[in-house]
């Protein structure tokens, strides 16, 4: 199973707002609503910030949003603030043998 | 609040067995499926299996056949046995708790190296 496919970076403004994308196949992001994103800031352990595609866990601010299209799911982040500055992976579960896939990260610079 | 907390060697010899323990506190370990996952520097998350506290377990196919995960209900705890290490195996190993599609509690992880 390859890893899901994300852009190796994106980088925007503060209070802009961006999109980072995850494209997988019909087997995994494309076959069930269970795409999860996570942000790892250096040296930390990665934290959960959306889960079955457009919901945030307890705690997580607004600001992040997901969504998906067929074999692509995306993460919005909207207001961009100097902390959002981390990496960002996306994950799917995959049917077949029952496992999970994740993407390869994508690391957001705020300017 | 539950904390997961990794333990085992820093430094493994290649061809050996890597035995990883994640300790559960705060919080029982039964009903949850446990994960671990793992991040070479620099690189992405890889997931190599969960385990529920019956002990059914699932693998990465990739890692399958390496691979055997355990729990002991008792002490709160699960562990990893990654066989026939090679320096590709040499990452951040995390413990981390399964919540629905996802993982929501993640321990702090534990470097491991593989190198004679």
Known sequence: QSALTQPASVSGSPGQSITISCTGTSSDVGSYNLVSWYQQHPGKA????ILEVTKRPSGVSNRFSGSKSGSTASLTISGLQAEDEADYYCCSYVSSYTHWVFGGGTKLTVL | QVQLQESGPGLVKPSETLSLTCTVSGGSISSFYWSWIRQ?????????????????????????????????????????????????????????????????????????????
């Open chain 1, 46 to 49: 990665p934290k959960l910030i």
């Open chain 2, 40 to 116: 070479p520097a620099g690189k992405g998350l890889e997931w190599i299996g969960r385990i529920f506290d019956s002990g059914s377990t699932n693998y990465n196919p990739s890692l399958k056949s390496r691979v055997t995960m355990s729990v002991d209900t008792s002490k709160n705890h699960f562990s990893l046995k990654l066989t026939s290490l090679t320096a590709a195996d040499t990452a951040v190993y995390f413990c981390a708790r399964n919540y629905l599609d996802g993982f929501d509690i993640w321990g702090q992880g534990t470097m491991v190296t593989v190198s004679s």
